[in-house]
């Protein structure tokens, strides 16, 4: 074996941390023989001894080696690593050869078997003073807060200390949440009077309408397919949102939605049967970004992906405008999927409108709304003190999100069905 390796070129790394490269002429348990030195040594020959060499790496192996199967090469022990005093020349190339044959990435660079068992990981975690080493890190930046008695400390609590979480009040609600949030049903009156408190106490109407618009054009892009439709490398058509406007509060959000789907790629369709107050910069803004706006349903093309209907305010449906019915009559032909925002129907209509598959409720839910479909809340920016100061029972139950489902409580249903 210690001929195998006649004729390779090695560059050795020697103990007073110079390096020198040449061909193996001549290899034993204590020397190693180099030729074709550089410089004006080439010609000559340098012995080395082991106790000299800290390394050896091969450059080349000779001709008679290059298709050497790898198998050949005997795997040495972990105690024989190179480097370590006493190993041979011979040894430090066959290690070196055994390490050239495991792909880069590879975690142990000799076999698993062979290794030497002398590392105790639980012993020397034991060594590991974590108590000394956070109070040196609180001493440097004041980065962790000092714990009362960490060692009572469980495997499964953090080193930061956490606050216990604040629970609101514990009411019952006529509907709640996924989460199971109780949320108090409340009628047109007192909602507009929570309104009119949250808008005295500072909240601005125009950021509330903004703010509902954005969260249904976040939903109707969710209904339409999220990432999958509304998206770059998505080369089919855009889909088709066809949003109906009256001059009601349904309105206002309904255009302001359309406004912010037409901002992400949306082709939206917008009727105006008639313009909000306050919304004509918005009409505006739509003109200018090219979209179609109607003041009627002939114009609309045959294929329409989800329809969002703002005309169903109480106002509107109280006066009941003569463009009513050719809705209606439009929407029940219609498979398309409706989104209604906000609905607030009287008792006495000459026709009920057609019912959504989902509805938006408002900032809090209506307990009289009608066939609302799927029921979803959007938040407007209402805050837990205007519905105090109302003396309504709330507990927030949007957490990271801004439009969630809600259920009907079943006790709640059931005084529905005997009311009717």
Not at 51 to 68: F, G, M
Not at 147 to 171: Q, R, S, W, Y
Not at 240 to 269: D, M, P, R, W
Request: with cysteine; aromatic share 6%; hydrophobic share 35%.
């Amino acid at each position: 074996m210690t001929t195998d390796y006649v004729g390779s070129v090695v560059c050795v790394k020697l103990s007073n941390g110079s390096s020198i490269k040449g061909r193996v002429v001549k290899i034993s348990s204590a020397t190693i023989s180099l030729t074709d030195l550089p410089g004006k040594q080439k010609n000559n020959t340098l012995d080395l001894f082991s106790h000299e060499i800290t390394d050896l790496d091969i450059v080349s192996l000779p001709s008679s080696r290059q298709n050497q199967d790898p198998k050949q090469i005997t795997i040495m022990r972990r105690d024989q690593s190179p480097g370590r005093r006493g190993s041979s020349p011979n040894e430090m190339i066959q290690d070196n050869m055994t390490r050239k044959q495991y792909k880069k990435g590879d975690t142990f660079s000799v076999s698993v078997q062979n290794m030497n068992p002398d590392f105790d990981f639980q012993s020397s975690n034991k060594m590991f003073q974590k108590d000394t080493i956070f109070d040196e890190w609180r001493q440097q930046d004041g980065g962790l807060p000092r714990l009362g008695n960490p060692d009572k400390l469980k495997p499964t609590e953090m080193v930061i200390e956490n606050v216990a979480p604040i629970h609101g009040p514990t009411f019952d609600g006529d509907f709640t949440s996924d989460d199971k949030i109780p949320l108090v049903g409340l009628s047109l009156s007192k909602r507009i009077a929570l309104f009119k408190r949250a808008i005295n106490c500072g909240l601005s109407y125009s950021h509330v309408v903004s703010v509902a618009g954005m969260s249904v054009a976040q939903m109707v892009i969710q209904v339409l397919g999220g990432s999958c439709r509304v998206s770059f490398n998505n080369h089919n058509k855009p889909p088709v949102v066809a949003a109906l406007v009256s001059s009601g509060e349904s309105g206002k959000v309904a255009i302001t939605a359309a406004l912010h789907l037409s901002q992400h790629g949306v082709n939206v369709k917008v009727i105006l049967f008639a313009t909000p107050k306050g919304c004509d910069g918005i009409v505006n803004i739509l003109h200018k970004c090219k979209c179609v706006l109607e003041n009627g349903l002939q114009g609309l093309p045959n294929i329409i992906d989800i329809i969002i209907d703002g005309t169903q305010d109480r106002n509107t449906l109280l006066n009941w405008p003569e463009w009513m019915n050719t809705v209606i009559d439009w929407t029940e032909q219609s498979t398309v999927p409706i989104v209604a925002v906000d609905p607030q129907h009287p008792q006495q209509m000459p026709r009920n409108p057609t019912p959504p598959k989902f509805t938006c409720a408002l900032g809090a839910p209506l307990l009289t709304q009608g066939k609302v479909g799927r029921l979803f809340l959007v938040d407007i920016g209402l805050f837990p003190l205007a519905f105090k100061e109302e003396n309504i029972p709330y507990r927030s139950p949007f957490f990271d999100k801004f439009v969630i489902p809600l259920n009907r409580n079943a006790k709640q249903r059931i005084n529905s069905s005997n009311s009717g």
